[in-house]
């Protein structure tokens, strides 16, 4: 999977590492992944091929832990989907999202987040929604109650983003990350409950 | 015949993948049966286990939490490289107590540096609680 660090040895300083995938065609999976990236929403589509990684290190607050996301923004289209199923086999954690100007890419992430659940039901997945595309209000056909039932449904957390105004894209991704160093806490907490 | 990977001056974790201060990689040789090596996401994860000078090994225990698939390697170099395979194991998943696997080696396995690869798990953490290798250091 994704590129690993021999020797981490990083003291005083908690790195945890969290694969992530994207989903469906030209919801603006790309542009929301540059704008937590560079601060910078991209002025051109290119369509992404298989699947692009995406590291970025993210702090979180009171502590001195950082959560490393490494973040598969994977091709949208249908055609590149046996290139990305080696990439959803083991996730830890998924961002789901989809274009409130499109009724079909809603539905098609009710798609994609059965095949997520299905690879290891048995190891339980942090997913969230992403209402991409909020900037524009005229075109609008999928409401934030809409989305927000559907995610409720799941069990998803919900955000209503916009990569060109770079709103919410940030809050999106820091909540995935402080579940995942959440995870972890209580996790190592339970392992200290056990002993060879 | 005794523990040849207690900490002290002949064994020491060279490498690691992960490192949280609160539960470090020397934990899984510190000889506390409590203390356990958490790796902090993604797969694989792995650390290696290196001897002062060569050991004659006759077998391995782990004790661990989550692992899946382990495959072990062994190197006679005296600076850890050129890893030649030892074995693979798949574990059973435990729920509330440590899976405890024994990994037996060929007769007369020498080894310096021993590489433990975690290639999956049965969730998004797997815990290393202790190593311990059944041998005697080879006398030059
Ligand atoms: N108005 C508006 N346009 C956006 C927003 N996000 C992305 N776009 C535009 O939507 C188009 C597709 O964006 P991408 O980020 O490339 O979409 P993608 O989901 O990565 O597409 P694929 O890689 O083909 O799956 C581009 O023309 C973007 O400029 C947004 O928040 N608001
Ligand atoms: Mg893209």
Not at chain 1, 11 to 24: F, H
Not at chain 2, 21 to 48: M, S
């Amino acid at each position: 999977m994704a590129a690993k660090q021999l020797n981490a040895r990083a003291k005083g300083q908690r790195k945890l590492y969290s694969g992530q995938r994207q989903r469906d065609a030209t919801v603006g999976k790309t542009s929301l992944v540059q704008v937590l990236k560079n601060d910078q929403c991209p002025k051109t589509y290119t369509m992404t091929v298989g699947a692009d990684l995406v590291v970025k290190s993210i702090h979180i607050p009171q502590t001195s832990d950082v959560v490393e996301l490494y973040i598969h923004d994977c091709a949208g289209k249908e055609m590149f989907i046996d290139q990305i199923d080696e990439y959803i086999k083991q996730p830890s954690l998924v961002c789901l999202v989809y274009d409130v100007t499109n009724e079909v890419s809603l539905a098609s992430c009710e798609k994609w987040l059965q095949k997520v659940r299905s690879q290891k039901p048995e190891i339980s997945v942090l997913v969230t929604l992403i209402a991409n595309k909020s900037d524009l209000t005229e075109s609008r056909v999928v409401s934030q109650k809409e989305g927000q039932a559907f995610a409720e449904k799941n069990n998803m957390k919900y955000f209503e983003c916009s990569a060109k105004d770079s709103k919410c894209v940030e809050a999106a991704f820091g909540t995935l990350a402080n579940s995942f160093h959440h995870t972890y806490l209580e996790k190592t907490e339970f392992f200290k409950s056990l002993h060879a | 015949m005794f523990d040849v990977a207690l900490g002290s001056a002949c064994s020491d974790i060279s490498v690691s993948t992960s490192f949280d201060d609160a539960h470090p990689p020397e934990n899984i040789i510190d000889g506390k049966p409590d203390t356990f090596w958490a790796t902090t996401g993604l797969f694989p994860q792995e650390f290696v286990l290196s001897f002062s000078s060569p050991v004659a090994i006759s077998n391995i225990h782990i004790y661990t939490y989550n692992l899946k698939n382990i495959m072990v390697m062994r190197s006679t170099e005296h600076e850890a490289g050129a890893f030649k395979m030892l074995t693979k194991k798949e574990l059973e998943r435990t729920s509330g107590s440590l899976q405890s696997q024994l990994i037996e080696v060929p007769k007369a396995t020498v080894a310096q540096h021993l590489r433990f690869i975690i290639e999956s798990a049965y969730d998004h953490f797997v815990a290393v609680y202790r190593v311990s290798v059944d041998g005697s250091q080879i006398q030059e």
